[in-house]
T-cell receptor, first 108, second 115 residues
Framework: TQLLEQSPQFLSIQEGENLTVYCNSSSVFSSLQWYRQEPGEGPVLLVTVVTGGEVKKLKRLTFQFGDARKDSSLHITAAQPGDTGLYLCASRDDKIIFGKGTRLHILP | DAGVTQSPTHLIKTRGQQVTLRCSPK?????VSWYQQALGQGPQFIFQ???????QRGNFPDRFSGHQFPNYSSELNVNALLLGDSALYLC??????????????FGSGTRLTVV
């Protein structure tokens, strides 16, 4: 079973700062997804990356997939309070396996 | 277009009791997966249903069982509840495997508290 490790586990920063969170796997991802979950809600899909070295941007969020397809990062530029939430990476195959997530808190 | 609907939203049960949680998938989705999310953790895969059969199963005991109906809706049953079963139970629906870039659409979950 593929294991996903996310770091850091918790992150609290001031509004306007930049941040990066990481997702690493014990094996190669067939494809990788990032979700964001807010309190009392289910996770919402942000992006899917498939090709090694792939970079995708979603407004202030930049997602990178490692060349070897064993790691990924999510970079947020100029964080805003609305970015607060649990960020989950997930391995997508015939089922989806999640990491434990990075809990992000943006202070106004 | 309704997304994934789960019921009930909250539930309190006593140890040893049985519980049934329900899920209606998003229109056009035929695969339903169930996850357990303990406080502060990521969702843990319980099982997945497709064509009314359990297709995949995670590392959960047989006390956890499920069912999928012809209209693609699904139920999760948990017998002999333990305090450790207290969690948010998430249902996710998806299109058939192989549809490009498919992801899961999640419901808002059922918060189960076992006392």
């Amino acid at each position: 079973t593929q294991l996903l490790e996310q770091s850091p586990q918790f992150l609290s920063i001031q509004e306007g700062e930049n941040l990066t969170v990481y997702c690493n796997s014990s094996s190669v991802f067939s494809s990788l997804q990032w979700y964001r979950q807010e309190p009392g809600e289910g996770p919402v899909l942000l992006v899917t990356v498939v090709t090694g070295g792939e970079v995708k941007k979603l407004k202030r969020l930049t997602f990178q997939f490692g060349d070897a397809r064993k790691d990924s990062s999510l970079h947020i530029t100029a964080a805003q309070p609305g970015d607060t939430g649990l960020y989950l990476c997930a391995s997508r195959d015939d089922k989806i396996i999640f990491g434990k997530g990075t809990r992000l808190h943006i202070l106004p | 277009d309704a997304g994934v609907t789960q019921s009930p939203t909250h539930l309190i049960k006593t140890r040893g009791q049985q519980v049934t949680l329900r899920c209606s998938p998003k229109s056009g989705h035929d695969t339903v997966s169930w996850y357990q999310q303990a406080l502060g953790q990521g969702p843990q895969f319980i099982f997945q249903y497709y064509e009314e059969e359990e297709r995949q199963r995670g590392n959960f005991p047989d006390r956890f069982s499920g069912h999928q109906f012809p209209n693609y809706s699904s139920e999760l049953n948990v017998n002999a509840l333990l305090l450790g079963d207290s969690a948010l139970y998430l249902c996710a629906s998806s299109q058939p495997w192989g549809v490009p870039n498919y992801g899961y659409t999640f419901g808002s979950g059922t918060r189960l508290t076992v006392v």
